[in-house]
């Protein structure tokens, strides 16, 4: 060890092996939202093998456990998440698209490397706090269906945040970043719309079609985006189409319409708008509508002394150990990549694209122009309850689009591994700096307070009482 090395890393290090087995174990049992039994039940056997106090079924949700050690002291939360995604079932370690699995699900977004080290992170500053007599906690947070479930939301709903002093997390990625604090506010809303059925030949003027009017809630919203904000975004999936019979008038079908926007009160307006032509639609159509919350996360709230705290922690550690080997794959990885899908990791950073960068060597600063691209995520909602950073770590071929084969294919690589624990390297030091530095937090606290004064909107907690659990 040398002699201006954090000595959180070398325990990261000694648990390593350990949770690059989690990792792949979780990614070769993909789960959705919801559903993520097999891969909680993975996080909760490890928290108990590292002597984690547990609590399952957080929130009431199946599938979220919080495992909790030390004593007294600062509270540090360290976020993860397990999910995978609809569609992406691939064979690891092969550049080019072929399904392990006819079902489709497969770990797109790289879940399995997150929650496993944040876990790793968490179980470095248990054994820390430990060996070093420092008064502490550190919680680790298993939240499942971050992929549109929005089990966060709950889990802040519900107070498992309250006495938290920050929360930190990360997400894999192909650049190594302080994340930059800036995503969408969203919701997820079903319309279902009731008509009457009819023979459609024979006397449609009986029927009075669900389904037209579906097609017509959808017309109105194309038409809205050319009149909404430019980082707004409105998308929409049949959940119901009223049946494959063309000779029945449909006389049931639901829509469910992601809406989403810079901020909460951006978001707020833009549901309104897309309400109101739900009504519209019913109107012309001669049906009934009716709406249900499926899901809602708010936008992250930066956190300026968190962030500062977080890229000296990585400028300390440097950017990923990557070598020959790794740059071998991530080559081939990169051979089915568009010019474009490449350039746009690097617009993201506000850099000039560098094509024959195959992993990326280096760590983005923090004050960089905002180089767009934003989508959404729960932790959101954790960031307007308690001051909040989060790291974006290389685990992936540069340019390497996330919700795609590709990103599949790089889950269980070995540049993959390095990445997953230079990021829990990460967190740990981060996590180590606010524990030692009441100073440090107390600035934390102050930015977080000053943050929510500038913006006094309520979070966009969803309606439905519990959270839309599949896996009871």
Known sequence: MTTNENPIWSRVDAKREAFVGLSDRVFDMPEIAYTEVRSCAEHTAMLRAEGFRVTERVAGIPTAVMGE?????????????????????????????????????????????????????????????????????????????????????????????????????????SFNAVDDARSLANTRIDFTFTGKAAHAAAAPELGRSALDAVELMNIGVNYMREHMPDDARVHYAYLDAGGSAPNVVQAKATVRQLIRARDLKGLSDLVARVRAIADGAALMSGTKVESRVFSAVSNLLGNRPLEEAMQTEFEALGPVPFDATDVEFANEIRKTLTPEDIADAFRRLSMKPQMDKPLCDFIAPLDRPFGGGMGSTDVGDVSWAVPTVQARVATAAMGTPLHTWQQTAQGKALFAHKGMVHAAKVMAATARATILSETLRAAARKAHQEHLAEFPYACPIPVTTKPPIAAE
């Open 69 to 173: 050690a030390g004593e007294g002291g600062p509270i540090i939360a360290i976020l993860g998440e397990y999910d995978a995604l609809p569609g992406l079932s691939q064979q690891p370690g092969l550049a080019m698209p072929k399904m392990i699995d006819p079902s489709g699900q497969g770990h797109g977004c790289g879940h399995n490397l997150l929650g496993s080290a944040a876990m790793l992170a968490a179980t470095a500053i248990k054994d820390w706090l430990e060996a070093e007599g420092i008064k502490g906690r550190v919680r680790y947070y298993g939240c499942p269906a971050e992929e549109g479930g929005a089990a966060k939301t709950y889990m802040v709903r519900d107070g498992w945040f309250d006495d938290v002093d920050l929360a930190i997390t990360w997400h894999p990625g």
